[in-house]
T-cell receptor
Framework: EAQVTQNPRYLITVTGKKLTVTCSQN?????MSWYRQDPGLGLRQIYY???????DKGDVPEGYKVSRKEKRNFPLILESPSPNQTSLYFC???????????FGDGTRLSIL | AQSVSQHNHHVILSEAASLELGCNYS??????LFWYVQYPGQHLQLLLK??????LVKGIKGFEAEFIKSKFSFNLRKPSVQWSDTAEYFC?????????FGAGTRLTVKP
């Protein structure tokens, strides 16, 4: 089954404690991206990746890092999380940037 | 910066009413436009997309959208909504290699 898998689904943690949210897709897609969803703001793109070792900033990259060492994986890293990063995060992938994206089920992060 | 805007934050309709959700974009060049739906507690799913050609595009579940270049609009329509259409709807557009989403419109359909 074609899917985008995110882990964990839920995480409560404290300010400053490094965390990683994993994302994996099994569709051999070139393009992957991370979004955060906040009430009244819709989805805002954090980072995206066109291919292995190629990543670029989206609209709200501050405080986040990503890596794309393999085509299927695109982890999101919060080196020093802060409360303003409390949000619902979605990973998505598509064959090419202009194609419809497949979304993961989301990760709800709470930073205390 | 390029942007996508949705006019309505929350729309409440009765079953069988007609639906139109507004979406405007500010892109100047080639546009790829999308509507996604997010049912409660679920991830986003594609409803329909427009790349080129016929400006009236049909999607799943009876939804359609019309691309009007002169108005920079891509409104979503459905002639008769059902209770199961209760969800949040997002318009999105491609700006070079990144996607931009509108703030979303929450649709509540009363049985």
């Amino acid at each position: 089954e074609a899917q985008v898998t995110q882990n964990p689904r839920y995480l409560i943690t404290v300010t400053g404690k490094k965390l990683t949210v994993t994302c994996s897709q099994n569709m051999n897609h070139e393009y992957m991206s991370w979004y955060r969803q906040d009430p009244g703001l819709g989805l805002r793109q954090i980072y995206y990746s066109m291919n292995v070792e190629v990543t670029d900033k989206g609209d709200v990259p501050e405080g986040y890092k990503v890596s794309r060492k393999e085509k299927r994986n695109f982890p999101l890293i919060l080196e020093s999380p802060s409360p303003n990063q409390t949000s619902l995060y979605f990973c998505a992938s598509s064959l090419w940037p202009n194609q419809p994206q497949h979304f993961g089920d989301g990760t709800r992060l709470s930073i205390l | 910066a390029q942007s996508v805007s949705q006019h309505n934050h929350h729309v409440i309709l009765s079953e069988a009413a007609s639906l139109e959700l507004g979406c405007n974009y500010s892109y100047g060049g080639t546009v790829n436009l999308f509507w996604y739906v997010q049912y409660p507690g679920q991830h986003l799913q594609l409803l329909l997309k427009y790349f080129s050609g016929d400006p009236l595009v049909k999607g799943i579940k009876g939804f359609e959208a019309e691309f009007i270049k002169s108005k920079f609009s891509f409104n979503l329509r459905k002639p008769s909504v059902q209770w199961s259409d209760t969800a949040e709807y997002f318009c999105a557009g491609r700006d070079n290699n990144d996607m931009r989403f509108g703030a979303g419109t929450r649709l509540t359909v009363k049985p």
